[in-house]
């Protein structure tokens, strides 16, 4: 159980560490959506292969149902976000307002994907004896994005950088913790409950993905995104493979 706290805690680090590399130097709108851009080819490759696949060979319909309660979930809650002032942009709103809107729905999304993906993580270790190269290459390398679209979004917004740094250390730990429980009390689990968690973090990055993360990336760097979304999913890709 040390072991899997262990492990989610390095795969979500890179959350603070994003965090961190935008409060040392912002950058550029190109290159952030470039990165934004990649990050969610990784994204859509971990989403496919490491969640709904797998979620699928255990339980298909367990997989149906929590794509979809991900989606809903992760729908639900930008709805709520942009009733109270933090959902999708808008016009009449001042500048940093929709800055600070633009970053919460990624936040979401970090957070419906980071708890169900490090409780796979954790699971990984009760089903092989290690920890799941892919799975953890997946979680570790789309959290970075994650963070720096977010936190730049967040700190342009208004958000102060110790505020924005406590929110991304609290969901490191958290995730951490997921990673603990699913190693204790997935063992032993039905092939259906074991499918929806993995599934459903799938389904709430795929929400999240089509309404923020992809529409903000070619906003910001055009249509050369397309070459780093295919990159990002290469790359995802090409660490499942090897580990497979």
């Known amino acids: 159980m040390v072991e899997a706290l262990a492990w989610g805690l390095v795969g979500s680090a890179t959350l603070v560490l994003g965090a961190g590399i935008v409060m040392v130097r912002d950058p550029s709108a190109k290159v952030l959506g470039l990165v934004m851009g990649f990050g969610s080819g990784v994204l859509v490759s971990s989403l496919s292969f490491e969640m709904i696949e797998e979620a699928a060979d255990v339980s298909p319909a367990g997989a149906a149902i929590g794509f979809f309660a991900g989606a809903l979930v992760f729908v639900g809650g930008d709805t709520i976000l942009a009733r109270i002032g933090g959902g999708e942009r808008d016009a009449s709103r001042p500048p940093t307002s929709s800055r600070s809107a633009a970053g919460l729905p990624i936040v979401l999304g970090s957070v419906l994907d980071g708890i169900p993906e490090s ?10 004896g290690g920890v799941g190269l892919a799975i953890l290459a997946a979680v570790f390398v789309s959290n970075l994005p994650e963070s720096m679209a977010a936190s730049s979004e967040l700190l342009q917004g208004g958000w102060s950088r110790r505020r924005v740094l406590l929110m991304w250390a609290g969901i490191t730990v958290v995730s951490g913790l997921a990673a603990a429980t699913g190693y204790r009390l997935l063992d032993g689990a039905s092939p ?38 295919t990159a990002g999913f290469a790359t995802a890709f090409g660490i499942h493979w090897l580990d497979t």
Do not use: D
């Open 119 to 128: 409780a796979a993580l954790g699971l990984s270790l009760l089903e092989g």
């Open 192 to 229: 259906s409950a074991l499918a929806f968690t993995l599934s459903f973090a799938g389904g709430a990055v795929l929400a999240m993905l089509t309404t923020s993360m992809i529409p903000e990336a070619y906003e910001r760097a055009g249509r050369v995104v397309r070459l780093a979304v």
